[in-house]
């Protein structure tokens, strides 16, 4: 069975720093595409960052970008995402998900149950 | 960076109803797009892929259809458990992956 348990979440001030770690079972983690997406209090879904299988190539939001970092390592099926300068409309339910493999490009198969980052003085 | 644009945001029906929810990609993605549902609380659901193919598990009264820049989904005959909110995502490539804003199915 697929799980992806997320962790880190919490009250943060603005221009705080906050590391969210995705804990990865079930599957070959090292074959899979990774990506964060995140959901702020009432609002729709909004694709934050993904990670190649090796950790070569990482993509990024443009309201994150500069600001946070995504990393894996494969030895422990993890993936984290590092956040910087965070600021109030950062705050949202952090989702770590893994895409499908198979086809040219693959969609989100499986979702976390997510990590809420409240960012607030 | 492509704009998706879901419609309606908001739609009531009723059990049984034949449903259908549009998204609309402000350039051609081929293929490249899936259909989500969430609940209340709880993440989002895989339902369709590349435009039609249903993901493993989903019930056959979900369907998709179309490319290059319309897209539909539809649920032939609702259920109770449908009633939830229905995100699509365009994934023409690696970034920024664009949801839509989401259409939330009600009770009538």
């Known amino acids: 069975e697929v799980q992806l348990l997320e962790s880190g979440g919490g009250l943060v001030q603005p221009g705080g720093s906050l590391r969210l770690s995705c804990a990865a079972s079930?599957?070959?983690?090292?074959?899979?595409?990774m990506t964060w997406v995140r959901q702020g209090p009432g609002k729709g879904l909004e694709w934050v960052s993904c990670i190649s299988r090796s950790g070569g190539d990482t993509f990024y939001a443009d309201s994150v970008k500069g600001r946070f970092t995504i990393s894996r390592d494969n030895s422990q099926n993890m993936v984290t995402l590092r956040m910087n300068n965070l600021r109030a409309d950062d705050t949202a339910v952090y989702y770590c998900a893994k895409r499908k493999v198979g086809d040219t490009w693959n969609p989100i198969d499986y979702w976390g149950q997510g990590t809420l980052v409240t960012v607030s003085s | 960076d492509i704009q998706m644009t879901q419609s309606p945001s908001t739609l009531s029906a009723s059990v049984g109803d034949r449903v259908t929810i549009t998204c609309r990609a402000s350039?051609?993605?081929?293929?490249?797009l899936a259909w989500y549902q969430q609940k209340p609380g709880k993440a989002p659901r895989l339902l369709i892929y590349k435009a039609s193919n249903l993901e493993s598990g989903v019930p056959s009264r979900f369907s998709g259809s179309g490319s290059g820049t319309e897209f539909t989904l539809t649920i032939s005959s609702l259920q109770p458990d449908d009633f939830a909110t229905y995100y699509c995502?365009?994934?023409?490539?690696?970034?920024?992956?664009?949801f839509g804003q989401g259409t939330n199915l009600e009770i009538k």
């Open positions: 079930g599957f070959t983690f090292k074959s899979h595409t």
């Open positions: 350039q051609s993605i081929a293929k490249w």
């Open positions: 995502q365009e994934y023409n490539g690696n970034s920024p992956r664009t």
